[in-house]
């Protein structure tokens, strides 16, 4: 149980430079706090939801800095004379208001370690996708935008039903985030019920297509299911269904 007045820092929020309040040490401690839980995160191998949460971050952190130039410039100023060459007014240099320089050192201290952490993120996602195998269980239908992903967990499979809809993600890095699964069902794998067995057994107990896309997902490391191994494998089968690059 959190502890009344605690801090959560599992999670960042949005808002988290503007509220509860504008104070540059508690910034900084909320900030490195929830960098030290994603950089545990990542020595477990769970990579998401942290990889969207930091791109996330590092966007919104971006149009803060620019709300806060557009604010800047609409502030009243003292009209100091008239440059007569260029036709244009002169203006006194003011003092940038206190709330509007702790949020400028906020974001100076926060770009760098979220782009960091954001780094380590995907570099651990190009290693750890290194070690997923998938392929093709059996002959693909000309359409395989509907099908089942097999999951492999020692002698376990999970299967998964999968769907991709003809809407285009206009953000790359979400992409594959339009593969749409839901579990189905878990096979104890051995000699008598390999993929294939698996894939026509599926074709008996549901209705659909006759022969359905089916790819299957094995992992030479121990990866978390639903953090690292499922997200890794909507991407790799979003790759091959569409021929998008997953970045």
Not at 158 to 182: C, H, I, K, N
Not at 186 to 215: N, Q, W
Request: aromatic share 8%; with cysteine; glycine share 4%.
């Amino acid at each position: 149980m959190k502890e009344t007045g605690t801090m959560d820092t599992r999670r960042l929020p949005k808002d988290w430079v503007l509220a509860p309040a504008i104070d540059l040490e508690l910034k900084q401690y909320l900030l490195l706090a929830y960098l030290q839980r994603v950089e545990h995160r990542f020595s477990e191998r769970k990579l998401y939801p942290e990889l969207h949460d930091l791109q996330a971050h590092l966007g919104d952190l971006q149009e803060l800095s620019d709300l806060k130039e557009q604010l800047l410039a609409l502030l009243p100023r003292t009209v100091t004379g008239i440059d007569p060459e260029e036709g244009v007014l002169n203006y006194a240099v003011q003092d940038e208001p206190e709330v509007f320089t702790v949020i400028a050192d906020v974001i100076g201290f926060a770009l760098p370690r979220l782009q960091h952490a954001l780094d380590l993120g995907e570099q651990l996602r190009q290693d750890l996708s290194m070690h997923v195998h998938f392929s093709p269980v059996g002959l693909l239908p000309l359409d395989a935008r509907e099908g089942y992903l097999l999951l492999r967990d020692g002698s376990k499979a999970l299967v998964y039903a999968y769907s991709l809809p003809f809407y285009r993600e206009a953000v790359q890095e979400r992409l594959y985030r339009s593969v749409v699964t839901q579990y189905v069902s878990t096979f104890s794998v051995g000699l008598a019920t390999t993929y294939e067995a698996i894939k026509l057994d599926l074709v008996r107990r549901h209705c659909g297509s006759p022969h359905p896309a089916m790819f299957s997902f094995e992992s030479d490391l121990d990866l978390p299911r639903m953090e690292t191994l499922m997200p890794l494998a909507k991407q790799l089968v979003h790759r091959y269904i569409t021929g998008d690059p997953v970045v």
